[in-house]
């Protein structure tokens, strides 16, 4: 007990840390140092909705030091079925707003920066330099390429993630890391428009964006904490109809426009891919 004393005395926590994180620290694989980790550490989210939600809300708990929260929306009604992080009180308030209160009302004792706008090629890049681990709950397409490629030029690992319907997808992408893949091996440009319903015209059944998004927050902790089987290079379909969750292998394309070996993507620029 004596020695356990110390330790945590080195780490620096207060009494009020030391209870609140109890449970992890009890974990070996995590402990004071992995909690001292995830208090350090610096994570940047792409859209406060479905998966932002859940996501937002776990790290917050978790203690993640630094919480970066980028959006443009207002609450809206229609978002409460599956955005739980915001309330009926909240109706057109800024998301950004909204989620600051509800995480810091969880865990006062983090640091949360909201930026008001739209993830652009205009800003992405500036946002992303001040993070280790973005975090992409956006619903479009050309918000997950520029996150994609803004990532992989700045060499920031990134968790993304997607729900449509009744099926969810999330993978980590470092591919600036042992030969990893990024989201363009798997799928090297977004689909022609109008392809692809948005969740808004198909429809997205609630309570997959919070089981989604919480398997997000996990692998973003696990990168943090750099325990158990990274999720770079696989690919996690989840199917809420037949219950079924599959994790498939993803190979690195040595043709992928980005992070090939003759790459046609060198910088950001206005790429149509982000439109
Ligand atoms: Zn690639």
Redesign the pocket.
Known sequence: MGQQEKKMSDLDFTEEEIERYARHITLPQVGGIGQRKLMNAKVLIIGAGGLGSPLLLYLAAAGVGTIGIIDDDKVELSNLQRQIIHSNANINAYKTDSAKEAILAINPNINVVTYKEKFSINNAENLVKDYEIIADGSDNFGTRFLANDVCFFAKKTLVSAAILRFEGQISTYS?HKDAN??Y??LWPEPPPKGLIASCGEAGVFGALAGSIGSIQSIEILKEILGIGKSLNNYLIIFDTLSAEMRKVKIN??DN?K???SKPKITKINNHKDYS
Do not use: E, Y
């Open positions: 591919p893949c990024c363009r091996c690195k394309d992928c980005l992070c090939g």
